[in-house]
């Protein structure tokens, strides 16, 4: 797949899904604990690929999305929202104390320009907060459907971030990705095949649903054993 139809793949999915979709408060995720307390510490804050699921605060803080619905919507709620991508970031060097992003840098083609953009608009001492799916031996047609360039394998996620200036303070196990084959195989027929349907059912009942039953992040120093894990989130100081 080349770099522009990765683009495509991703732009007609988030549109069609954020579209007839509400928006969660960042209140009702697990991430809350976490990330408002980082939040009331950082005045100047960027959460890049949102959708209508943000996890900072709304008001206040900057987001960078593809997708009009998602722009839109951030605005009216009090977000500064604007239209752009992880790789090329509109603002300036070391302008942020915090950024977020969550379930994003994976959809890039070239990554290495998404990693050094979140390193370029954060200052030194300042966090990052990653999430990504992990380990190549998990792949389904489900990470092709999303617009998914890649899973990391864990030495090389450690070696970008190295590379870019961040060092991992904290990590845990993320993402509620179902790991039943039948699940994936019979997800994916729906979202091909009748995706208003399916877009509708995951709006108005398995993502609600799944709100229910997120468990507290458990964190741990350094990067986790990640063996049997899916996805991480971690927490990286910008040296």
């Known amino acids: 797949m080349t770099t522009r139809d990765l683009a495509l793949v991703n732009q007609r999915f988030y549109d069609a899904l954020w579209s007839?979709?509400?928006?969660v408060r960042p209140e009702r995720f697990n991430t809350w604990p976490l990330?408002?307390?980082?939040?009331?510490?950082?005045?100047s804050r960027l959460e890049v690929g949102p959708g209508l699921r943000p996890r900072l605060p709304i008001i206040g803080t900057c987001f960078v999305d593809i997708s009009p619905p998602v722009i839109a919507r951030l605005k009216v709620?009090?977000?500064?929202?604007?239209?752009?991508?992880?790789?090329?970031?509109p603002f300036a060097d070391e302008q942020f104390d915090l950024v977020c992003a969550f379930d994003v840098i994976e959809h890039v083609d070239d990554d290495r320009s998404g990693f050094r953009e979140l390193s370029r608009v954060l200052k030194k001492g300042g966090r990052l907060i990653l999430s990504v799916p992990i380990h190549a031996a998990f792949w389904t047609d489900f990470d092709v459907l999303v617009g998914h360039a890649r899973r990391y394998e864990p030495k090389?996620?450690?070696?970008?971030?190295?590379?870019?200036?961040?060092e991992i303070e904290s990590s845990a196990p993320f993402g509620m990705q179902p790991s039943n084959p039948w699940l994936v195989k019979h997800g994916m027929h729906w979202l091909i095949h009748?995706?208003?349907i399916a877009m509708r059912w995951y709006n108005?009942?398995?993502?609600p649903?799944?709100?229910?039953f997120q468990r507290r992040l458990q964190f741990s120093r350094g990067l986790i054993d990640t063996k049997g894990i899916d996805e991480v989130i971690l927490v990286c100081e910008r040296r």
């Open 204 to 207: 108005g009942f398995i993502a």
């Open 209 to 212: 649903i799944g709100l229910l």
């Open 156 to 166: 090389e996620l450690v070696e970008q971030l190295r590379s870019h200036h961040f």
């Open 77 to 89: 709620e009090g977000g500064l929202a604007t239209d752009g991508a992880i790789a090329a970031l």
């Open 20 to 23: 007839n979709c509400r928006l």
């Open 35 to 43: 990330l408002s307390e980082l939040a009331a510490r950082s005045p």
């Open 194 to 196: 009748h995706r208003e």
